[in-house]
């Protein structure tokens, strides 16, 4: 979070952009998008000063929603913009957001690396278990059994597990919440935005028209039956044995986060083309 005084009496309203959403009805992106806003105004976040950053996908339209400063940029890799944001304006607060497509196929990578760095951010994950965008594809956290016309007799491959691929790359912070559930998953992002160092959220996001199973999870989830741990191997023990809907704050660690020293350096655009003169 950045150390900008917050401001007095903010709404959820205030952070509403005037853009209307043209989500599918129904899908859970709806309800992220009003735990960010009444996240920020339980915060008092001054819209100048926080930046939305996402990459491609459904769920990455949110930052064209929030009147925040906001980045939609390429698919899979809004958490090196949103790194190298941080890094030069360590001021600001960043929040990023993504899809299970975009953050943990084709941004996989920046994913265990963001982990590890430990740069001072919130990262937001709306996993429908799906690539919703382009029409129904499976995801990393698809079940092999996922049987459409695009993965006819389903993948047969196991999802993989983000919280832990989370824990062990080297998150500050792992939780899980669910968009049906928008106060509690407002009150978990505050903790996230408020926790030093990389926050990990998954919000479990339904994708009601190629996943239209999915609104069963509201008769799913629950909270999670303990409180977070300070001990990843614990926290990635109970992960990779509870039943994907363990809502909740799941591990709160202490790494300092990773502040490199290049803030607010100034480059000579001069001197540097000089660098690559032929
Ligand atoms: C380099 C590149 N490859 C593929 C695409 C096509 N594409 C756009 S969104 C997307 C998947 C989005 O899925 P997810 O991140 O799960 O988000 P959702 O739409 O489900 O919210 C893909 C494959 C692209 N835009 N750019
Ligand atoms: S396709 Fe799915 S994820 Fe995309 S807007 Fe529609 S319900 Fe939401």
Redesign the pocket.
Known sequence: MSSIEPRLACKPADYKSNVNP???P????YHVLMSFTRAFAQLGLAPENTVVVSGI???SRIPAYTNCYGFHGVHGRSLALATGLKVSRPDLTVVVAS?DGDGYSIGGNHFLHACRRNIDMTYVV?D?R?Y??T??QPSPTTEPDFDTALSPGGTGLSPFHPLVIALASGANFVARAFSGEPNETANILVEAIKHPGFSFVEIL???????PDERDWKSQVHPAPVGPTSDPAKAARRIMTDDGFNIGILYRGARAPYRPKIANATVDLAELEKDFEL
């Open positions: 043209i989500w599918c129904g899908c859970g992106d996908g459904c769920s899809g709306m429908n799906v919703g965008m029409k129904g996001s339904p994708c009601v028209t190629f996943r």
